[in-house]
C-alpha cells in the first residue's frame, strides 16, 4: 500500500523517490523491497479445494489443508485466499440491534429439537418439500425428508423414526404453520410428554438454530445441486447431510463437525468435569444460549401474549 502511495507522488508531483519517502516518513528500503515467497503451491491447493467447495470460506478451507496434512498460518491463508480471487460474496441486510431477555444454557443433547420446512424446485418444475429436524445443542442434522406435500401425519412418522434411533427431546420448537399446530401434531407431542414451544409469529429468529441451518442448506446443497426428480433430490439431499454432520466444520462449534461434538458431548470425562466446561474451550464448545423452561405435557409456550408475564395456556384436543 505504501509503494503504490509512493509511486503516486511520484506521477503526480514528479519528484524523486527519495523526496516522496521523506514525505511520507518511511524508509527507501521499505518501498523497494520485493518478497521472495512462493505462495504457487498454497494457491493452487486453495483453488482445488474452492473449485470442490464454492461456497466455503478461508476458515474452512483452512480446515480442510490442516487435514490433508498442511500446517499453514491462517493468515497467509488468507492473504492467498483474497489474492486469488477467491472470496464469498454475501449480501448482508442492515440489522436493528435488539435487546432479549437472558436465557439459558442448553447443557446435553436431546432437550430441544427445531424443525422447520424448506423448499426448491426440480428440472421438470415439480416442487419439494424438504422437513429438517437440527438438534439445538449439537447441531446435528437428524433428519432431512424430502418430498412432494409434507403433512401433519408424515412429520410426526419422522419424528417417531428419529425418537427410535436416539431417544425423545424435552422440547420441540417449531413456527406457528398448519402442520405444526394440528390437533394430530399437538395430540402426538402430549402423548408422548414433548413440550412444545411456538415461536411468536412474524420473528422467525425465535428460532435461529433452524433458520442458520436452512442457510447453510440453501447455499451448499439447494443452490449448488441440479435435481433431475424427487428420487435425484432425496440422494443428493441425503448425501449432503452425512457431510453436513460428519466432515462440515462448524464455525460455532469451534469447527469441530457436528458428530464430533456429539461425541465430546457424550464423553464422562467431558460431561462430568465442571472445571473443564467454565474453561475458554469449554465455552467455546458449548453451544449458545436457548429457552429451557419447563412446561407441563399438555401445555404449548405461548409467546404472542408477552415473554415477560410467562403466561402458558392450556392446550385443549378435542
Given at each position: 500500500m505504501k509503494r503504490a502511495e509512493v509511486q503516486q507522488l511520484k506521477a503526480e508531483f514528479s519528484t524523486s523517490e527519495r523526496h516522496a519517502c521523506e514525505l511520507?516518513?518511511?524508509p527507501r528500503s521499505s518501498c523497494r523491497y520485493r518478497s521472495r515467497r512462493d505462495d504457487t503451491r498454497l494457491r493452487e491447493q486453495l483453488m482445488e479445494l474452492a473449485r470442490q467447495k464454492p461456497r466455503f470460506g478461508y476458515r474452512r478451507l483452512h480446515i480442510l489443508l490442516a487435514r490433508e496434512g498442511e500446517h499453514v498460518n491462517h493468515k497467509r491463508v488468507q492473504r492467498v485466499y483474497r489474492a486469488a480471487g477467491l472470496c464469498v460474496r454475501r449480501l448482508r441486510r442492515k440489522r436493528l440491534t435488539r435487546?432479549?431477555?437472558?436465557r439459558q444454557r442448553l447443557s446435553a443433547p436431546d432437550q430441544e429439537w427445531a424443525i422447520d420446512f424448506a423448499s426448491d424446485?426440480?428440472?421438470?418444475?415439480?416442487?419439494?418439500r424438504i422437513f429438517s429436524v437440527v438438534d439445538a445443542f449439537t447441531r446435528e442434522c437428524l433428519a432431512l425428508e424430502t418430498d412432494t406435500s409434507l403433512p401433519s401425519r408424515r412429520i410426526t412418522r419422522v419424528l417417531q423414526r428419529v425418537i427410535g434411533q436416539r431417544g425423545a427431546p424435552q422440547f420441540l420448537r417449531s413456527d406457528n404453520g398448519p402442520e405444526m399446530s394440528s390437533r394430530h401434531y399437538l395430540a402426538w407431542c402430549s402423548e408422548r410428554h414433548i413440550a412444545t414451544i411456538h415461536i411468536q409469529p412474524g420473528k422467525p429468529?425465535?428460532?435461529?438454530?433452524?433458520?442458520?441451518?436452512?442457510?447453510?442448506l440453501?447455499?451448499?446443497?439447494?443452490?449448488?445441486?441440479?435435481f433431475w426428480n424427487l428420487w435425484d433430490a432425496r440422494r443428493k439431499i441425503a448425501a449432503w447431510r452425512i457431510e453436513y454432520n460428519t466432515?462440515?466444520?462448524h464455525s460455532s462449534l469451534a469447527y469441530r463437525t457436528p458428530a464430533e461434538f456429539a461425541r465430546q458431548a457424550a464423553s464422562p470425562s467431558l460431561s462430568s468435569n465442571n472445571?473443564?466446561?467454565?474453561?475458554?474451550?469449554?465455552?467455546a464448545l458449548r453451544a449458545p444460549a436457548?429457552?429451557?423452561?419447563?412446561?407441563?405435557?399438555?401445555?404449548?409456550?405461548n409467546y404472542q401474549e408477552a415473554e415477560a408475564e410467562n403466561h402458558t395456556t392450556e392446550c385443549r384436543i378435542t
Open positions: 511520507m516518513s518511511i435487546t432479549y431477555t437472558a424446485v426440480t428440472a421438470s418444475g415439480q416442487r419439494l429468529m425465535q428460532n435461529g438454530h433452524i433458520e442458520s441451518f436452512h442457510g447453510r440453501r447455499d451448499e446443497c439447494l443452490n449448488a445441486s441440479w466432515a462440515r466444520p472445571a473443564w466446561l467454565d474453561s475458554p474451550q469449554g465455552q436457548a429457552a429451557l423452561t419447563r412446561a407441563q405435557p399438555c401445555e404449548t409456550t
